[in-house]
């Protein structure tokens, strides 16, 4: 059943995008000889895939809530207090201090929860849980409520971790430590799974296709890229060049690039350089000091980037003032957008770039006139998945994911009058 629907879905875009046979659920054979290229992860041998995935015993969850070092008072997934402008960890907070991953735990394709995760405030091994990741964005980031939950609801759904555990691995498929019953839910990829949260030209990841499917390690000359771009500055203009430039490299070199609706949040995670990371001890610039060690990211004697092996919160680190909310984000990531537009859609197999139509994008581009209301309801409609799959190498969410959605989400933008998803 399920294949038959989903097989009809793609069938119209199979010779525009040539990749999507390898969707899971299609029947391939009822494509015709389409190239064979695998996007999303498939799990397995590949990288990211359950078999090389690290396995640590002995997971402990994040580190306790204490009311010594209270940071924003979140905890079990409720609302803090908002409050940010302190330091963190707090001075005298053991539980809190950097420790490096060790072999056996999993980190990913992001850097803000790769170092909550060094830091304890998610489960050190890289198994987190909804709760912990709303608690840990508000106690650590100052991100609102709202829009923690809507990044936690958005790890579990799109990422496919388990919406029964509500728990998520932050990068590899974990599926034996996340799953209620692997036998029921199938593979859980994780945060590393592709296309789905994860997408091509991120800042430092490479693209999927062009890396044998590692999208999620650190990539040195991309930061070195990135650097040279901003130039110590990793402000909202400078950011917006670059993401032009990773846009113009993935055209030119990746076959398969395919940049979807979901690849607007890739604009809402550069703006996190800018708003979250930033130091109150620094002025609240979004300096090279700050950055490079929010990214593990270690230059060399020759000049060269390379991983340090951790993601660090800075020495003296006081986080934003003010709560980074839904609006914040979503305004900051059409101001990114309209500076240095570019199309939407994807290189086709004739060499040719297909543009696409979704909501506020219309034949490939986003109008610097989007209403109020198509601005407020941008990431509820990616987040419900009112994005056709064959646009975006998702299938749509199930009835348990909007469920989901619908329980944690859908609260916060209930006063929008965006259009609810249909459960
Ligand atoms: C539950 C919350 C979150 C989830 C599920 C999440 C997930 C992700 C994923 C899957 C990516 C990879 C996207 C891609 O490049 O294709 C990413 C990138 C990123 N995330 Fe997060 N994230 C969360 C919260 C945060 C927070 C709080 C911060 C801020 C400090 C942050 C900072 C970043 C940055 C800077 C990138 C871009 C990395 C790059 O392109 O090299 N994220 N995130
Ligand atoms: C890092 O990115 C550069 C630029 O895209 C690419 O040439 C290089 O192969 C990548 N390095 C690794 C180790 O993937
Ligand atoms: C080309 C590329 O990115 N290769 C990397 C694939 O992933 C492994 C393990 O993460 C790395 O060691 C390779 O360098
Ligand atoms: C390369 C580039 O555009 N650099 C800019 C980074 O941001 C600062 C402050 O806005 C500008 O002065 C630089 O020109």
């Known amino acids: 059943m399920k294949n038959i629907a989903f097989a009809s879905l793609f069938v119209a875009s199979a010779s525009a995008f040539p990749w999507v046979v ?32 690290p396995f640590n015993a002995n997971h402990q969850g994040a580190a306790p809530y204490n009311s010594k070092y209270p940071y924003n008072g ?8 908002g409050v940010g402008g302190y330091q963190v960890p707090a001075p005298g907070d053991a539980a809190h201090q950097y420790v490096a991953p060790g072999p056996n735990d999993i980190r990913g394709p992001c850097p803000g929860l790769n170092a909550a995760a060094n830091h304890n405030f998610l489960s050190h091994d890289g198994i987190t ?100 771009t901003c130039q110590g500055n990793f402000n909202r203009e400078n950011l917006s060049k670059y993401r032009l430039q990773r846009y113009d490299q993935s055209v030119a070199e990746n076959p398969n690039f395919f940049f979807g609706p979901l690849t607007l949040l890739l604009y809402g995670a550069a703006s996190f350089l800018y708003t979250l990371m930033p130091n109150g001890n620094h002025n609240y610039a979004p300096d090279l000091e700050t950055i490079s060690s929010f990214f593990g990211a270690e230059q060399q004697s020759d000049g060269t980037w390379k991983f340090n092996g951790g993601e660090r919160i800075p020495d003296n680190w006081v986080n934003r003032v003010s709560p980074y909310t839904n609006n914040d984000v979503t305004t900051e990531i059409l101001a990114m957008y309209l500076e240095n537009p570019v199309l939407f859609g994807g290189n086709t197999a004739d060499g040719s770039f297909d543009t696409l139509n979704f909501g506020a994008i219309k034949d490939g ?47 916060s933008f209930k006063n929008l009058g965006c259009p609810l998803a249909l459960t």
């Open 22 to 53: 390898d969707q899971p659920g299609v029947d391939s054979s009822l494509l015709g000889a389409g190239r064979k290229i695998r996007r999303q992860q498939a799990g397995g041998n590949q990288a990211g895939g359950a078999a090389t995935c």
């Open 74 to 81: 979140a905890q079990n997934g409720a609302p803090g207090k």
């Open 129 to 228: 849980t909804f709760n912990e990741l709303v608690d840990a964005q508000q106690n650590l980031y100052n991100v609102g409520y709202d829009l923690a939950t809507l990044l936690a609801a958005l790890g579990l759904t799109l990422t496919d971790g388990d919406l029964v555990t509500e728990k998520l691995s932050i990068g590899c498929d974990a599926t034996t430590r996340t799953s209620f019953s692997p036998v029921l839910t199938g593979s859980e990829p994780g945060l590393d799974g592709h296309n789905k949260f994860e997408a091509d030209s991120s800042l430092t990841r490479n693209d999927y296709f062009l890396a044998d499917g590692d999208n999620y390690s650190f990539n040195g000359t991309l930061f070195g890229m990135m650097q040279d």
């Open 365 to 411: 581009k986003i109008s610097a006139s989007i209403d109020g209301a198509d601005t407020a309801c941008l990431l509820y409609q990616l987040v419900t998945g009112q994005v056709p799959s064959y646009l975006n190498g998702v299938i749509t969410p199930t009835v348990d994911a909007l469920d989901f959605i619908a329980s944690k989400v859908a609260p």
